[in-house]
T-cell receptor, first 115, second 111 residues
Framework: KAGVTQTPRYLIKTRGQQVTLSCSPI?????VSWYQQTPGQGLQFLFE???????NKGNFPGRFSGRQFSNSRSEMNVSTLELGDSALYLC??????????????FGPGTRLTVL | SQQGEEDPQALSIQEGENATMNCSYK?????LQWYRQNSGRGLVHLIL?????REKHSGRLRVTLDTSKKSSSLLITASRAADTASYFC???????????FGTGTRLTIIP
């Protein structure tokens, strides 16, 4: 099976702009999660989608949003970019076993730089 | 917030030696997972250990879990230069709908 893919891999934006990142999960995986990784805060959970429904959201401002399509592909959007949004954004897909999140498989990430 | 705290934060060893990393977590869990990240890249899943397991092996990796102490350890035997990476433990929280990651251990293997 093909792994999790993320596009674009690198992105440079300026403050105030908005950005959309895309994630295609492993075939058959219905859960897609997004994480932000920065040197200062480490890996932080953004949100998780399952069958087009957002089930949980991390502690991020409303500028961060996402959605999932019927084919399980997901997008996340960040509006009004700030310098602090510069980070590696990771997407992960998984299945569920016994009511618990199973192994999460991560994509290569999108490196966002805000100038 | 970080569920897991990893120890040590950084570790340098000679190639061929064994590397041990520890992870402590705060709440009860269904499973604990270990991931590897090469510099600036995505996370690679290494091993998942369920709460009713005490030890698990995968190749040169050995993971232990002590739920009474809320801790886990990852042992990499006969280390290789390619093992140089950051290693993270992660636990499902919030009703098992997200993973919370530890702070990570930066492992450097000296050839």
């Amino acid at each position: 099976k093909a792994g999790v893919t993320q596009t674009p891999r690198y992105l440079i934006k300026t403050r105030g702009q908005q950005v959309t990142l895309s994630c295609s999960p492993i075939s058959g995986h219905r859960s897609v999660s997004w994480y932000q990784q920065t040197p200062g805060q480490g890996l932080q959970f953004l949100f998780e989608y399952f069958s087009e429904t957002q089930r949980n959201k991390g502690n991020f401002p409303g500028r961060f949003s996402g959605r999932q399509f019927s084919n399980s592909r997901s997008e996340m959007n960040v509006s009004t970019l700030e310098l602090g949004d510069s980070a590696l954004y990771l997407c992960a897909s998984s299945t569920w076993t016994g009511g618990a999140l199973d192994t999460q498989y991560f994509g290569p990430g999108t490196r966002l730089t805000v100038l | 917030s970080q569920q897991g705290e990893e120890d040590p934060q950084a570790l340098s060893i000679q190639e061929g030696e064994n590397a041990t990393m520890n992870c402590s977590y705060k709440t009860s869990i269904n499973n604990l997972q270990w991931y590897r990240q090469n510099s600036g890249r995505g996370l690679v899943h290494l091993i998942l250990i369920r709460s009713n397991e005490r030890e698990k092996h995968s190749g040169r990796l050995r993971v232990t879990l002590d739920t009474s102490k809320k801790s886990s350890s990852l042992l990499i035997t006969a280390s290789r230069a390619a093992d140089t990476a950051s290693y993270f433990c992660a636990t499902p929280t919030f009703g098992n709908e997200k993973l919370t990651f530890g702070t990570g251990t930066r492992l450097t293997i000296i050839p």
